[in-house]
């Protein structure tokens, strides 16, 4: 970000260790990352798993708008399961209300409506709810009150919320959330993701998603495994490659209407993040994990391998085997400061989390 640099905090092992472990792993398959958490945080990992067996924790994720908090707590559970982690979306929560009817049926509306306290009486939100209104804006009581009745259900989980604090207005409320809700007495801290803004644009403008199960990939930084080719509009196209789509193999990835555009629709969105990011850093009393997505182009060997680095797919048409040639090189992009910088794969950054939190944690 403009004015705050994270500290970059390297995988690259030394020594004896790198002498030992000198593979390169498959970061895109869960054996692979398992190999490459091992090699790289096992002890760490072993630490985290003793302290999650009876104790647990809040994180609340701080990062602009496809900076990546979704995947990170994914990996995050994908090595710790799914019993020890919880990743809360606030905004799949109020989506879940969309469903009006369905919703009232539910326990957890029961326990809304128990909970909530605030200016705006219950009825009345109801009533927008019901109606799909959007003049007001849901009330922040509503949301606190909302997210407690669904973590009520995850007792005895160590919880990343993304989506609180979402303004300047609820900073105050994260800093005292877990006392609202009563979570054990258990740390809670934020985890801050800095990611520059050319990389959100790359990630947005060249992102496409499968119509039927609705896996997102990108056509320039995260391809399927398979690529067509369609000789009529001369386009390479992302064929699904999710096992578990009723389409797999043969869905045609496509694009979303305006990601064309890049992040230019939602810039005044990413600098109120960035905002939020900042007051966050400058806060006293709660701790903070800082992860940094991305390292300068010089500094990059002295802290990563190359597999670790976000590489950049482009595609050839060969004639003669009428087949797709992929061809992968190391993708640059200029951070918010000026400075040719390399993107990190999400697994390092998890790497840089891990580290952080057995340092908070005191293991």
Same mark, same amino acid.
């Given at each position: 970000?403009?004015?705050?640099? +994270?500290?970059? &905090?390297?995988?690259?092992?030394?020594?004896?260790?790198?002498?030992?472990?000198?593979?390169?792993?498959?970061?895109?398959?869960?054996?692979?990352?398992?190999?490459?958490?091992?090699?790289?945080?096992?002890?760490? @990992?072993?630490?985290?798993? $003793?302290?999650?067996?009876?104790?647990? +924790?809040?994180?609340?994720?701080?990062?602009?708008?496809?900076?990546?908090?979704?995947?990170?707590?994914?990996?995050?559970?994908?090595?710790?399961?799914?019993?020890?982690?919880?990743?809360?979306?606030?905004?799949?929560?109020?989506?879940?209300?969309?469903?009006?009817?369905?919703?009232? $049926?539910?326990?957890?509306?029961?326990?809304?409506?128990?909970?909530?306290?605030?200016?705006?009486?219950?009825?009345? &939100?109801?009533?927008?709810?019901?109606?799909?209104?959007?003049?007001?804006?849901?009330?922040?009581?509503? &949301?606190?009150?909302?997210? $407690?009745?669904? &973590?009520?259900?995850?007792?005895?989980?160590?919880?990343?919320?993304?989506?609180?604090?979402?303004?300047?207005?609820?900073?105050?409320?994260?800093?005292?959330?877990?006392? @609202?809700?009563?979570?054990?007495?258990?740390?809670?801290?934020?985890?801050?993701?800095?990611?520059?803004?050319?990389?959100?644009?790359?990630?947005?403008?060249?992102?496409?998603?499968?119509?039927? #199960?609705?896996?997102?990939?990108?056509?320039?930084?995260? @391809?399927?495994? $398979?690529?067509? +080719?369609?000789?009529?509009?001369?386009?390479?196209?992302?064929? #699904?490659?999710?096992?578990? #789509?009723?389409?797999?193999?043969?869905?045609?990835?496509?694009?979303?209407?305006?990601?064309?555009?890049?992040?230019?629709?939602?810039?005044?969105?990413?600098?109120?993040?960035?905002e939020l990011i900042?007051?966050?850093?400058?806060?006293?009393?709660?701790?903070?994990?800082?992860?940094?997505?991305?390292?300068?182009?010089?500094?990059?060997?002295?802290? +990563?391998?190359?597999?670790?680095?976000?590489?950049?797919?482009?595609?050839?048409?060969?004639?003669?085997?009428?087949?797709?040639?992929?061809?992968?090189?190391?993708?640059?992009?200029?951070?918010?400061?000026?400075?040719?910088?390399?993107?990190?794969?999400?697994?390092?950054?998890? @790497?840089?989390?891990?580290?952080?939190?057995?340092?908070v944690l005191e293991?």
């Open positions: 970000m403009k004015n705050l640099e +994270f500290p970059i &905090i390297g995988t690259r092992l030394s020594g004896g260790q790198a002498k030992v472990i000198s593979q390169k792993f498959d970061l895109n398959s869960p054996g692979g990352r398992k190999e490459y958490f091992e090699a790289k945080v096992g002890d760490e @990992i072993e630490h985290l798993s $003793k302290y999650l067996q009876n104790n647990s +924790f809040i994180v609340y994720l701080l990062g602009k708008k496809n900076s990546g908090k979704g995947t990170y707590s994914k990996l995050l559970t994908e090595i710790f399961g799914e019993d020890k982690i919880a990743h809360v979306s606030v905004g799949d929560l109020v989506r879940e209300t969309d469903d009006w009817k369905s919703f009232v $049926k539910t326990k957890r509306f029961l326990k809304l409506k128990k909970y909530y306290r605030g200016y705006i009486s219950f009825d009345e &939100i109801v009533a927008s709810l019901s109606s799909r209104s959007t003049e007001k804006l849901l009330p922040t009581e509503f &949301i606190l009150a909302l997210l $407690k009745a669904h &973590i009520d259900e995850l007792r005895g989980k160590a919880i990343f919320i993304d989506g609180l604090p979402r303004g300047m207005d609820q900073i105050s409320y994260s800093l005292y959330f877990r006392d @609202i809700i009563n979570y054990r007495d258990d740390p809670d801290f934020f985890v801050l993701i800095d990611i520059p803004e050319s990389v959100i644009d790359e990630r947005m403008k060249y992102r496409v998603v499968c119509p039927i #199960c609705k896996t997102s990939r990108n056509k320039k930084l995260l @391809i399927t495994s $398979k690529v067509e +080719f369609n000789p009529k509009d001369k386009q390479f196209n992302l064929i #699904c490659d999710n096992p578990d #789509c009723p389409e797999v193999g043969r869905a045609r990835m496509v694009s979303k209407e305006g990601d064309e555009k890049g992040l230019e629709p939602i810039r005044e969105r990413l600098q109120k993040d960035e900042k007051t966050a850093f400058s806060l006293h009393g709660i701790p903070k994990i800082l992860a940094r997505n991305h390292v300068p182009v010089a500094d990059a060997s002295k802290y +990563f391998d190359d597999y670790e680095l976000t590489p950049e797919y482009s595609f050839t048409w060969d004639e003669e085997k009428k087949i797709v040639k992929v061809n992968e090189k190391s993708w640059t992009v200029k951070d918010d400061n000026g400075v040719l910088s390399h993107s990190l794969l999400a697994p390092p950054v998890v @790497i840089s989390i891990i580290k952080q939190l057995v340092e293991l």
